[in-house]
């Protein structure tokens, strides 16, 4: 009977429109999360997937010595796919000419992602045996020979490749590669015991798969065996897919913040309806167990639909906003199942949390209010509800974004707000007795219907700051990640490296440089040097620690150390002076973590056989994301002008440049000429790498504007159910009014100073929770730059009045309008 | 429709029931002593101004409040011993309400809102009976009808069809008329009487208006929380007269 009642109760509620709101509500909790979850793991697996084509694998584990065969057992067991690959320097010989290269030796399945691209086109092909393939520089260098001799055998060259996929990114690789197949290693005869060499072990997995092998594989490496993703560190695009994955998460955790707002908001206007409803059904001898059956069947109906539009809408979101992504990235497809168990479970959770305490008030309701009409029953401390709705909020957050940080912040925040509002409602309640009800001044009007009905605007405000304070959130960080990014990649953003210049090629390749109208970084000087000792203790290797060696485990390789006057650009000091005396260095922050390092410190070098110390009067911070030359060591000139040196630079040229210049020559052309001039320098094309960081910044830009957009619709929502939940006590006021001979323009008026004030003392209150969750949020998740947004402190609050007003009056404008008689009807 | 019913046995048996509430000031006497006997098929009119604990005694009778002491016996049974479950039984099973203000589901058909009860009571065939109960309050024409789209005086009707359509032993009707112009409250008084008398079922009717009270077989005054039943003999010869009544209201 009461699954009848409450089938009838739900059908003809919603034919009238009572339910929109709390549908509506639950529907964009549901649709938010489902669309961005989906749409955010689209463009995360896309986003990966186009990186790991960078690194050609998902995984990577870098080796100085074979890899212990219990690694590749995990990987098989798990059913990963893998290849080994060597890299090793070593000389090729062609008649007179010889030169130095990067041998890459591949076994069969290289590469894992991506594709090899060879001067006529792309190929998933390998070298075939006794068979090389050559970067197109090495075949410049030789001249085009037929074959090469390395080591003990010769190759015949038969392919020349404009790019590996993961030719990755180092300006200082600077010898040409040359690509074979790993089982012509053994005949050359160069890999003796104790030659240098690289093993590289590339992985490719699905998800589930990656992440058991990195739990399973990790320990069983020693410290000398490194362990690549894509995130991990070096790689420039780690940082911008991190933060635009933590700003997606963030951003969708807001919405469904301000989506469980309007829940919490339209499920207290739902049982408020019903509480006469209630009162007549116990009064006729409905027992508890039937109200509580009815009603609780009533709201998962309601629950149910949310739901059901909910996912709907996210999957149709999903579809128009791939309809709009490049189509490799739309290609890619993730799984519905996460997407869609995120939606109803956040359908379900925030339906229940968020109304459970307004049922119990609701279920609470005596019979008697059939005759006393102002009996409500249960007087449970609003801190139920908000700790319920603080619960429920906390526990999505966390289920969805699974970062405690960024649940934390929305939770402290939330806090603040509920803080700054409890001293607001204090202080309007308690200072505002003064004032009267003159029916003469529309401000006074204002200020009295404020007051009296302070409890009911400290819950409209909640809704009206948080709606505010996410759309000041998202917007700042949003702006503040572009900005980021945009300075990381500026349309000038170096695309060639010039490495191996020879110190008397400096000038003439700096006139050859500014004749072509072509803008280079400083040229930076490079002397490779080893870091030998920290305060004259000496530096172990990493090999040595493992061996149980004692001492600080130093970087076992030569580094690339640079000397100038000034600071570089993209660079931070954050601590001490940079480069006053002559034997000064300046370090770079990471590295100096790493080892230890402070200022002051005494640092001890080998260069070229012989030990000089320096002393750190400096430490830099470097965004390594920038495509410059970056440098952990800068040392004065003082300092390095006796060891010998090459230079490097970097610059950005492209044919629309040139054109724009008055140029004649093509990028190419250009390029061309350089490399005839100065056949000794290395130039290496970033280019496509530089295209593809763009391309991945756009894609994100593009669903950082969608969440956008999705924020904003839920606050209309809330700010609309705000509205709705005081109009019921507004109509029976403006009524008495009315009556009492107040004109229509003195209570539009009056009405709209009412909604205005609510709206700026709204917008002051978000400035400053929205200050807070930023300065919270730059700090802890997404290592921004905190600054106050000074203009804000005076545009919300007014743009708060204006919204509001507009609102309000606009929603109040029936009542407005009405006659006394047909009010206090409608009343 | 009729009860099975002895006019002899009491329907409802108030002994020295008091009820007071604490407020701001102190404590606050709202009935005092008050002692009635109700038999059943009997109609009774309680009088009184506003204040004066009309419609307290109306939803202690109904099992709706709790009193402070004193004792209700409604249908033979004791309502001290019951607590909340027990008292929603006994009102499905024996009683039922008219209001003032109607009191329908503003969401639910004419049809719908007479259902109600009977479907809370598990009554089988719940819909033909509501039907009959419309056609019997004329409203065979608006089963469809959702409570804004009728007549004041149609809601109430609704109200009455859904007050009989379980057969209650007592009806409690808080002001009836009080929201309808003289000749629509005259119409529901008319309806109201007539069905009660069919159905047997016993009246209370909480009520200012004296015209209306007077249909009843017994008139109680209620004034500062006593009951007193002044045109017990002869309601002509009583001392306070109607006009006296409606004075005080």
Same mark, same amino acid.
């Given at each position: 009977?009461?699954?009848?009642?409450?089938?009838?109760?739900?059908?003809?509620?919603?034919?009238?429109?009572?339910?929109?709101?709390?549908?509506?509500?639950?529907?964009?909790a549901?649709?938010?999360? !489902?669309?961005?979850?989906?749409?955010?793991?689209?463009?995360?697996?896309?986003?990966?997937?186009?990186?790991?084509?960078?690194?050609?694998?998902?995984?990577?584990?870098?080796?100085?010595?074979?890899?212990?065969?219990?690694?590749?057992?995990?990987?098989?067991e798990?059913?990963?796919?893998?290849?080994?690959?060597?890299?090793? &320097?070593?000389?090729?010989?062609?008649?007179?000419k010889f030169?130095?290269?990067?041998?890459k030796a591949?076994?069969?399945?290289?590469?894992?992602?991506?594709?090899?691209?060879?001067?006529?086109?792309?190929?998933?092909?390998?070298?075939?045996?006794?068979?090389?393939?050559?970067?197109?520089?090495?075949?410049?260098?030789?001249?085009?020979?037929?074959?090469?001799?390395?080591?003990?055998?010769?190759?015949?060259?038969? +392919?020349e490749?404009?790019?590996?996929?993961?030719?990755?990114?180092?300006?200082?690789?600077?010898?040409?590669?040359?690509?074979?197949r790993?089982?012509?290693?053994?005949?050359?005869?160069?890999?003796?015991?104790g030659?240098?060499?690289?093993?590289?072990?590339?992985?490719?997995?699905?998800?589930?798969?990656?992440?058991?092998?990195?739990?399973q594989?990790?320990?069983?490496?020693?410290?000398?065996?490194?362990?690549?993703?894509?995130?991990?560190?070096?790689?420039?695009?780690?940082?911008?897919?991190?933060?635009?994955?933590?700003?997606?998460?963030?951003?969708?955790?807001?919405?469904?913040?301000?989506?469980?707002?309007?829940?919490?908001?339209?499920?207290?206007?739902?049982?408020?309806?019903?509480y006469?409803?209630?009162?007549?059904?116990?009064t006729?001898?409905?027992?508890?167990?039937?109200?509580?059956?009815?009603?609780?069947?009533?709201?998962s109906?309601?629950?149910?639909?949310?739901?059901?539009?909910?996912l709907?809408?996210?999957?149709?979101?999903?579809?128009?906003?791939?309809?709009?992504?490049?189509? +490799?990235?739309?290609?890619?497809?993730?799984?519905?199942l996460?997407?869609?168990?995120?939606?109803?479970?956040?359908?379900?959770?925030?339906?229940?949390?968020?109304?459970?305490?307004?049922?119990?008030?609701?279920?609470?309701?005596?019979?008697?209010?059939?005759?006393?009409?102002?009996?409500?029953?249960?007087?449970?401390?609003m801190?139920? @509800?908000?700790?319920?709705s603080l619960?429920?909020?906390?526990?999505?957050?966390?289920?969805?974004?699974?970062?405690l940080?960024?649940?934390? !912040?929305?939770?402290?925040?939330?806090?603040?707000?509920?803080?700054?509002?409890?001293?607001?409602?204090?202080?309007?309640i308690?200072?505002? @007795?003064?004032?009267?009800?003159?029916?003469?001044?529309?401000?006074?009007?204002?200020?009295?219907?404020?007051?009296?009905?302070?409890?009911?605007?400290?819950?409209?405000?909640?809704?009206?700051?948080?709606?505010?304070?996410?759309?000041?959130?998202?917007?700042?960080?949003?702006?503040?990640?572009?900005?980021?990014?945009?300075?990381?990649?500026?349309?000038?953003?170096p695309?060639?490296?010039?490495?191996?210049?020879?110190?008397?090629d400096?000038?003439?390749?700096?006139?050859?440089?500014?004749?072509?109208?072509?803008?280079?970084?400083?040229?930076?000087?490079?002397?490779?040097?080893?870091?030998?000792?920290?305060?004259?203790? +000496?530096?172990?290797?990493?090999?040595?620690?493992?061996?149980?060696?004692?001492?600080?485990?130093?970087i076992s390789?030569?580094?690339?150390?640079?000397?100038?006057? !000034?600071?570089?650009?993209?660079?931070?000091?954050?601590?001490?002076?940079?480069?006053?005396?002559?034997?000064?260095?300046?370090?770079?922050?990471?590295?100096?973590?790493?080892?230890?390092?402070?200022?002051?410190?005494?640092?001890?070098?080998?260069?070229d &056989?012989?030990?000089?110390?320096?002393?750190?009067?400096?430490?830099?911070?470097?965004?390594?994301?920038?495509?410059?030359?970056?440098?952990?060591?800068?040392?004065?000139?003082?300092?390095?002008?006796?060891?010998?040196?090459?230079?490097?630079?970097?610059?950005?040229?492209?044919?629309?440049?040139?054109?724009?210049?008055?140029?004649?020559?093509?990028a190419?052309?250009?390029?061309?000429?350089?490399?005839?001039?100065?056949?000794?320098?290395?130039?290496?094309?970033?280019g496509?790498?530089?295209?593809?960081?763009?391309?991945?910044?756009?894609?994100?830009?593009?669903?950082?504007?969608?969440?956008?957009?999705?924020?904003?619709?839920?606050?209309?929502?809330?700010?609309?159910?705000?509205?709705?939940?005081?109009?019921? !006590?507004?109509?029976?006021?403006?009524?008495?009014?009315?009556?009492?001979?107040?004109?229509?323009?003195?209570?539009?008026?009056?009405?709209?100073?009412?909604?205005?004030?609510?709206?700026?003392?709204?917008?002051?209150?978000?400035?400053?929770?929205? +200050?807070f969750?930023?300065?919270?949020?730059?700090?802890?998740?997404?290592?921004?730059?905190?600054?106050?947004?000074?203009?804000?402190?005076?545009?919300?609050?007014?743009?708060?009045?204006?919204?509001?007003a507009?609102?309000?009056?606009w929603?109040?404008?029936?009542?407005?309008?009405?006659?006394?008689?047909?009010?206090?009807?409608?009343? | 429709?009729?009860?099975?019913?002895?006019?002899?046995?009491?329907?409802?048996?108030?002994t020295n029931?008091?009820?007071t509430?604490?407020?701001?000031?102190?404590?606050?006497?709202?009935?005092?002593?008050?002692?009635?006997?109700v038999?059943?098929?009997?109609s009774?009119?309680?009088?009184?101004?506003?204040?004066?604990?009309?419609?307290?005694?109306?939803?202690?009778?109904?099992?709706?409040?709790?009193?402070?002491?004193?004792?209700?016996?409604?249908?033979?049974?004791?309502?001290?011993?019951?607590?909340?479950?027990?008292?929603?039984?006994?009102?499905?099973?024996?009683?039922?309400?008219?209001?003032?203000?109607?009191?329908?589901?503003?969401?639910?058909?004419?049809?719908?809102?007479?259902?109600?009860?009977?479907?809370?009571?598990?009554?089988?065939?719940?819909?033909?009976?509501?039907?009959?109960?419309?056609?019997?309050?004329?409203?065979?024409?608006?089963?469809?009808?959702?409570?804004k789209?009728?007549?004041?005086?149609?809601?109430?009707?609704?109200?009455?069809?859904?007050?009989?359509?379980?057969?209650p032993?007592?009806?409690?009707?808080?002001?009836?008329?009080?929201?309808?112009?003289?000749?629509?409250?005259?119409?529901?008084?008319?309806?109201?009487?007539?069905?009660?008398?069919?159905?047997d079922?016993?009246?209370?009717?909480?009520?200012?208006d004296?015209?209306?009270?007077?249909?009843?077989?017994?008139?109680?005054?209620?004034?500062?929380?006593?009951?007193?039943?002044?045109?017990?003999?002869?309601?002509?010869?009583?001392?306070?007269?109607?006009?006296?009544?409606?004075?005080?209201?």
């Amino acid at each position: 009977m009461e699954w009848q009642i409450a089938w009838r109760l739900f059908k003809r509620e919603l034919a009238q429109g009572q339910l929109i709101l709390i549908v509506l509500a639950i529907t964009l909790a549901v649709l938010s999360v !489902t669309g961005l979850a989906r749409v955010s793991e689209r463009l995360q697996v896309a986003i990966n997937g186009e990186a790991s084509n960078f690194i050609a694998a998902d995984r990577i584990i870098d080796s100085p010595v074979e890899l212990d065969s219990q690694v590749l057992t995990v990987a098989d067991e798990l059913g990963l796919a893998h290849v080994t690959n060597m890299q090793f &320097n070593s000389m090729v010989y062609s008649g007179d000419k010889f030169q130095l290269v990067t041998v890459k030796a591949v076994g069969e399945g290289y590469p894992l992602k991506g594709d090899i691209e060879l001067s006529n086109g792309v190929t998933r092909a390998l070298p075939s045996k006794g068979q090389a393939w050559f970067e197109n520089r090495l075949g410049g260098l030789l001249g085009y020979p037929k074959s090469i001799e390395l080591g003990n055998s010769e190759l015949s060259l038969t +392919e020349e490749i404009s790019r590996l996929p993961d030719a990755g990114f180092n300006p200082f690789a600077s010898s040409p590669v040359l690509l074979i197949r790993l089982d012509d290693v053994a005949a050359t005869g160069i890999i003796q015991p104790g030659s240098r060499v690289t093993y590289l072990y590339q992985f490719t997995g699905n998800a589930e798969q990656l992440t058991a092998f990195e739990l399973q594989a990790k320990p069983l490496l020693n410290n000398s065996q490194r362990w690549v993703d894509v995130q991990s560190g070096d790689s420039p695009i780690a940082s911008a897919v991190q933060r635009a994955e933590r700003f997606l998460l963030l951003a969708s955790l807001l919405g469904i913040a301000l989506a469980c707002a309007a829940i919490g908001i339209a499920a207290q206007r739902y049982c408020q309806r019903h509480y006469d409803v209630v009162a007549m059904l116990k009064t006729f001898g409905a027992s508890g167990k039937q109200i509580r059956v009815l009603f609780g069947l009533h709201l998962s109906l309601v629950t149910l639909l949310g739901i059901a539009l909910g996912l709907l809408g996210g999957l149709l979101l999903d579809i128009g906003i791939t309809a709009f992504l490049p189509p +490799e990235i739309a290609a890619y497809s993730p799984p519905y199942l996460r997407p869609v168990l995120l939606g109803v479970s956040t359908g379900l959770i925030s339906a229940f949390m968020f109304s459970a305490y307004p049922l119990m008030r609701l279920l609470a309701i005596p019979p008697l209010r059939v005759l006393q009409r102002q009996l409500e029953g249960l007087q449970l401390g609003m801190w139920l @509800h908000l700790l319920l709705s603080l619960a429920a909020m906390a526990l999505l957050g966390y289920l969805y974004s699974r970062s405690l940080a960024l649940t934390m !912040t929305v939770v402290l925040a939330v806090l603040l707000l509920g803080f700054l509002l409890s001293v607001l409602g204090f202080v309007m309640i308690r200072f505002g @007795h003064g004032i009267g009800m003159k029916t003469t001044n529309p401000f006074q009007l204002a200020l009295a219907g404020l007051r009296r009905r302070a409890r009911q605007n400290a819950v409209q405000l909640v809704g009206f700051s948080s709606a505010l304070v996410l759309l000041l959130t998202i917007l700042a960080l949003r702006q503040d990640l572009l900005n980021e990014w945009q300075k990381q990649l500026p349309e000038n953003a170096p695309n060639y490296f010039l490495v191996n210049i020879a110190p008397e090629d400096a000038k003439p390749l700096n006139d050859f440089l500014s004749l072509n109208h072509i803008n280079a970084t400083d040229i930076y000087p490079v002397v490779r040097g080893r870091l030998t000792h920290i305060n004259d203790e +000496e530096l172990i290797s990493g090999k040595q620690a493992e061996n149980g060696a004692e001492g600080r485990v130093g970087i076992s390789r030569e580094l690339n150390l640079t000397y100038r006057d !000034t600071l570089p650009p993209n660079n931070k000091l954050l601590e001490g002076k940079f480069n006053q005396a002559a034997d000064d260095v300046s370090v770079e922050s990471g590295v100096a973590d790493r080892l230890g390092i402070i200022l002051g410190d005494k640092l001890t070098y080998s260069i070229d &056989n012989q030990s000089f110390s320096v002393k750190v009067a400096s430490i830099r911070q470097v965004q390594w994301e920038t495509l410059q030359p970056n440098f952990y060591m800068i040392f004065t000139p003082e300092a390095l002008a006796p060891f010998a040196y090459t230079s490097m630079a970097s610059f950005h040229l492209n044919d629309a440049q040139l054109a724009a210049d008055g140029s004649l020559l093509s990028a190419n052309q250009v390029v061309l000429q350089l490399i005839q001039q100065f056949p000794t320098i290395s130039i290496i094309d970033v280019g496509a790498m530089v295209e593809q960081l763009r391309q991945i910044i756009d894609q994100v830009s593009l669903s950082l504007s969608l969440v956008l957009a999705l924020v904003l619709l839920a606050s209309a929502l809330v700010l609309i159910a705000q509205t709705e939940a005081g109009m019921a !006590t507004r109509q029976r006021e403006l009524a008495v009014l009315r009556t009492f001979g107040a004109s229509g323009w003195l209570l539009r008026v009056s009405t709209g100073i009412e909604f205005a004030l609510l709206g700026a003392i709204a917008g002051l209150l978000a400035v400053i929770v929205a +200050e807070f969750a930023l300065y919270m949020l730059k700090t802890q998740v997404f290592e921004l730059v905190v600054y106050m947004h000074w203009p804000w402190w005076a545009i919300t609050p007014v743009a708060g009045a204006v919204i509001v007003a507009i609102l309000g009056v606009w929603r109040c404008r029936q009542l407005l309008n009405m006659s006394c008689s047909e009010m206090l009807k409608a009343g | 429709m009729s009860n099975n019913i002895d006019r002899n046995t009491s329907a409802i048996t108030v002994t020295n029931l008091n009820k007071t509430v604490v407020t701001q000031e102190g404590e606050l006497t709202i009935l005092n002593g008050i002692n009635i006997e109700v038999k059943q098929g009997d109609s009774i009119a309680i009088l009184g101004p506003s204040g004066s604990g009309k419609s307290t005694l109306l939803g202690l009778l109904a099992a709706l409040d709790t009193p402070t002491s004193g004792e209700i016996v409604l249908d033979g049974v004791a309502l001290s011993g019951l607590n909340e479950e027990q008292k929603a039984a006994l009102r499905k099973q024996k009683v039922s309400f008219i209001f003032q203000s109607f009191m329908l589901v503003d969401t639910l058909t004419a049809l719908e809102n007479v259902m109600l009860p009977a479907e809370l009571a598990g009554v089988k065939d719940a819909k033909q009976k509501a039907q009959t109960m419309l056609n019997r309050v004329g409203l065979s024409h608006r089963l469809n009808h959702l409570p804004k789209q009728l007549s004041g005086g149609e809601q109430q009707r609704v109200a009455i069809a859904r007050a009989f359509i379980c057969e209650p032993k007592v009806l409690f009707a808080d002001e009836p008329t009080g929201n309808l112009d003289i000749v629509n409250g005259d119409k529901i008084a008319d309806m109201l009487f007539a069905l009660n008398q069919e159905s047997d079922t016993t009246l209370v009717l909480v009520t200012h208006d004296l015209h209306l009270a007077k249909r009843c077989a017994r008139q109680l005054v209620m004034e500062n929380g006593h009951l007193s039943e002044p045109y017990a003999d002869n309601l002509k010869a009583a001392h306070v007269s109607a006009e006296h009544v409606e004075e005080v209201n």
